[in-house]
């Protein structure tokens, strides 16, 4: 069974710098395309960015474009966000989520196994 754990979280001041994880147990990263997804209190849930299994072709969305970067570590069984120059509206619960199968957009339909999420706050 795949379980996807993320962390790295936390409380951050507007321009700060957070490196969130995403590491699987039960099952080996690598054959999986990863996705980095949010959902801020009364919206719906967003795609951020998403890597295919050999680590390209990554999607990022316009509003994270330039600052957030993903990445891939298959000796640790784990895919990184790392997010700088963060914003409030970055304020979010960020979900990361894997799928066997590649994936054509970078949208929560597209992914089958979801972790339980890790609370991002960027405020001063």
């Known amino acids: 069974q795949v379980q996807l754990v993320e962390s790295g979280g936390g409380l951050v001041q507007p321009g700060g710098s957070l490196r969130l994880s995403c590491t699987a147990s039960?099952?080996?990263?690598?054959?999986?395309?990863v996705g980095w997804f949010r959902q801020a209190p009364g919206k719906e849930r967003e795609g951020v960015s998403c890597i295919s299994d050999a680590g390209t072709p990554t999607y990022y969305a316009d509003s994270v474009k330039g600052r957030f970067t993903i990445s891939r570590d298959a000796t640790r069984n784990t895919v990184y966000l790392q997010m700088n120059s963060l914003e409030p509206e970055d304020t979010a619960v960020y979900f990361c989520?894997?799928?066997?199968?590649?994936?054509?957009?970078?949208?929560?339909?597209?992914?089958?196994?979801w972790g339980q999420g890790t609370q991002v706050t960027v405020s001063s």
């Open positions: 989520a894997a799928d066997p199968y590649e994936f054509r957009l970078c949208e929560s339909t597209q992914f089958g196994y």
């Open positions: 039960g099952t080996t990263l690598r054959y999986y395309d």
